[in-house]
Each structure stands twice: as structure tokens, then as C-alpha cells.
């Protein structure tokens, strides 16, 4: 049984917006790590990056999400790179939410891209999603294409969560 179900992709693919909806139909709880982050530093991640760099951002997420994975029955999305630089513990369902960068750029305006530390180039943010894609795809128990709207990626999640017993 898992305790907790983590959603991870790369920046833009729709975690937040999934897992929002997810938590209200499964009745379960929403934590977005980028928000506690910002929340507890009292600033933007942009700003995070730009001040204390890259690394303590990083240990940021993993003492995040170790706090909260203590607790259980809950939908948690990740930032892009937290499956990549830190462990997620065991016992969640990691799903991933996958999605061609064609559809993150379409979906994201600039001024969204702009919040994003690592999406101010968008060749290296590419570079960055070739990357990143198979490292979520090892780590993940489940993968729904999200080139669909969210109300059908969270139908075929809901679908997928009940039969299996998830929570």
C-alpha cells in the first residue's frame, strides 16, 4: 500500500494543475513543494536561485519532501528536477505526467517561463528535458500522457489510482 502519491515531470507538464484536481476528487490532501519552499523562505524560487544558488535550493527540496511524506493520504507535486537531485522516499506512487516540450512551451507564457530559473534559455531548457526524461520515467510506477486536457489525465489517473488501491 502506498502512503502517499508524488507527482514528478519536467517544469510546466501540469503537476500542480493535475495534482490539485486529483486531491479534490480523490478527497485527499494537495502539497506543492515549490510553494511550501517559497512559503518557509518567504521568496520567489527565481530569487532562491539568483541569491543562494542552485544547490541550497536543491537541499530545500529534499528536506521538503521528507517532511512531508511523514505524513500520508496525500498528492504531492514536485519541482522539475527533485526526482533528479533528490530521493523520493518509499512507499509513494510515483506518477509521471508526461508531455513533449512541443506542449510545455505552448502551454506556459513567457511571463510563466520567466518565473522559472532554468526556462530563461529555451535551448537549454530543451537540452535540460532530453535529459530529465528518462530519469522520470525510471523512477516513475506510472506514466499518463499529458498531451490531453487535465480533466482526462485525471480521469485516467483516478481510474488507475481505484483499481489498483492506491491510498
Do not use: W
Not at 500542480?16 to 479534490?24: D, N
Not at 511550501?36 to 519532501?65: H, N
Not at 500522457?145 to 489510482?161: F, G, K, T
Request: proline share 2%; glycine share 6%.
Amino acid at each position: 500500500m502506498y502512503e502517499n502519491i508524488i507527482l514528478i515531470g519536467f517544469m510546466g507538464c501540469g503537476k500542480t494543475s493535475v495534482g490539485k484536481i486529483l486531491a479534490r476528487q480523490l478527497q485527499k490532501k494537495f502539497k506543492d513543494i515549490d510553494n511550501i519552499i517559497e512559503k518557509e523562505q518567504k521568496t520567489t524560487i527565481t530569487e532562491l536561485f539568483k541569491s543562494k544558488g542552485e544547490d541550497y535550493f536543491r537541499s530545500l527540496e529534499q528536506k521538503a519532501i521528507n517532511e512531508i511524506t511523514q505524513k500520508t493520504g496525500q498528492i504531492i507535486s514536485t519541482g522539475g528536477g527533485l526526482p533528479i537531485y533528490s530521493s523520493i522516499p518509499n512507499k509513494s506512487l510515483v506518477i509521471y505526467i508526461e508531455t513533449g516540450f512541443h506542449v510545455i512551451l505552448n502551454r506556459l507564457s513567457q511571463e510563466e517561463r520567466d518565473k522559472r530559473p532554468l526556462f530563461h534559455d529555451e535551448k537549454k531548457a530543451l537540452a535540460l528535458f532530453n535529459e530529465r526524461t528518462h530519469v522520470y520515467k525510471e523512477q516513475a510506477d506510472f506514466c499518463v500522457d499529458a498531451d490531453q486536457s487535465i480533466q482526462l489525465i485525471v480521469h485516467v489517473l483516478v481510474d488507475y489510482i481505484l483499481d489498483q488501491r492506491v491510498l
